[in-house]
Nanobody
Framework: EVQLVESGGGLVQAGGSLRLSCAASGFTVDDLEIGWFRQAPGKEREGVSCISSISSKDNITYYTDSVKGRFTISSDNAKNTVYLQMNSLTPEDTAVYYC????????????????WGKGTLVTVSS
């Protein structure tokens, strides 16, 4: 059974940093596409950052425009964990962040993720 468990959310001041972690089980993070999505209050869910499966060797990393240069997605196969390093946070980054796996990652797009965690709340105060 695939499970994704997020951690690392919390309250941070604007300009601060957080690192989200996603512990994966039931699969190896290198073998599936993985990504982070978020949903802010009153807004639609959006893909934040995704990475193609390491084993596919497509070598595609996607970032939505608003986080480029501030957020970094990574994975640790030894720990079977996915990370999202978030720097220079703004109140507009306030949202529930979801770890996802097994979908489509293309240049400029990330969608159709099959597996979702329950989410972790990130709140950025001004």
């Amino acid at each position: 059974e695939v499970q994704l468990v997020e951690s690392g959310g919390g309250l941070v001041q604007a300009g601060g940093s957080l690192r989200l972690s996603c512990a994966a089980s039931g699969f190896t993070v290198d073998d599936l596409e993985i990504g982070w999505f978020r949903q802010a209050p009153g807004k639609e869910r959006e893909g934040v950052s995704c990475i193609s499966s390491i084993s596919s060797k497509d070598n595609i990393t996607y970032y939505t425009d608003s986080v480029k240069g501030r957020f970094t997605i990574s994975s640790d196969n030894a720990k079977n964990t996915v990370y999202l390093q978030m720097n220079s946070l703004t109140p507009e980054d306030t949202a529930v962040y979801y770890c996802t796996a097994d979908g489509v990652v293309k240049v400029g797009a990330c969608f159709g993720m099959e597996y979702w965690g329950k989410g972790t709340l990130v709140t950025v105060s001004s």
